[in-house]
């Protein structure tokens, strides 16, 4: 048994199930023990791969986006700009380099980020060496002032609650400790159904589950009243659904494969679906326009993908160089792989024209 889950059986033996907000919590952020505390979770060394870390090219349409939405915003001579969850920096990395040609973007700009891990803000400040980016813990510790932002699997490392519907009742999907004890399939937890919490009523047939992310609600209203306040976008790229729906998204992803939600909690990376319903509706909530989701397939293909992979292939040194390259492309656009699934929703300031990649407002 890992010490944290021993620690978290320790404390629901003292105190009650854990919410599942309360066990991600711990699980991903723990300061000891927890996922993102203690690792470079990216790659193909590691447990799973994102956007950036797949094509640059990813990176570059993101910054093209961001030097437009500064173009639309009137070109304002000091601005914030903000990435949410950088990772490893590949990100702010790619879209920095793609927008030298447009220096005064650079010269306005001031960088900053937001993460909570000590061992991914070193990486951070490795892909980021010359830009003097300023780290933040959380999103209201940003400077005020006309604000980019951008999140690229952000949102989904939230800390979700569950509740599922028990024929007229709704009862909280929590964690408890398994009666059986710790056994070779990590069986030492267990999630439980507890009486009482809060939920609106909603109609949906018995055994639905319903998943609510406070945290990323709370975000996208703050960023929401920000840049209706101060002007300026946020940029959210993640796996999620649109409209809302019920279901279990919870997964654990250890080396690339699904394991135990509970089995290996700090060991295995944890994430829901994103409800962009949600973000919507807090955001809009808070004064802001909402722009998408859009398939980031076809987010980026609007950006001009097809246009930038032809460049690459032409500069490609080796045939097998050339693949790679538009294997890269195609997984980041492919309806059966990142395509779909992966949205791209912008939280705009009311005064911002219709930003680049969209057809409409939400
Ligand atoms: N955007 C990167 C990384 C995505 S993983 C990429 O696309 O590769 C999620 C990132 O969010 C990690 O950097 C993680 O440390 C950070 N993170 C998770 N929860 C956070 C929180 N509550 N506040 C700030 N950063 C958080």
Redesign the pocket.
Known sequence: MTTLKKRLRQRIEAAGPLSIAEFMEAA??DPVSGY??TRD??GAEGDFT????ISQVFGELIGAWCGDVWDRMGRPERFILA??????G??MADLLRALRGLPEFGRAASIHL????PH?RGL?AQALAGYAPVWH???DDLPDGPLIAI????L???PIRQFVRMGAVWLERRVGVSPEGDGPEGDGLAFTLTEGQPMQPRSAPSGAVFEECA?AADIASALGRRVARSGGAVLF?DYGYYPHGFGDTLQAVRRHRPTGVLDEPGEA?LTAHVDFSAIAEAARAGGARVWGPAGQGEFLSRLGLGLRLEALLRRAASPSQKEDIASGCRRLIDPAEMGTLFKVLAIAGPALPEPAGFSGET
Do not use: K
């Open positions: 991903l952020g993102y505390a979770p990216f994102t956007a950036p870390e990435e949410l969850g950088p990772g490893r590949t990100l937001v993460e909570t891990s991914l951070q813990e959380r999103i999140g690229n699997e952000f989904d490392a939230l945290a790229i990376d």
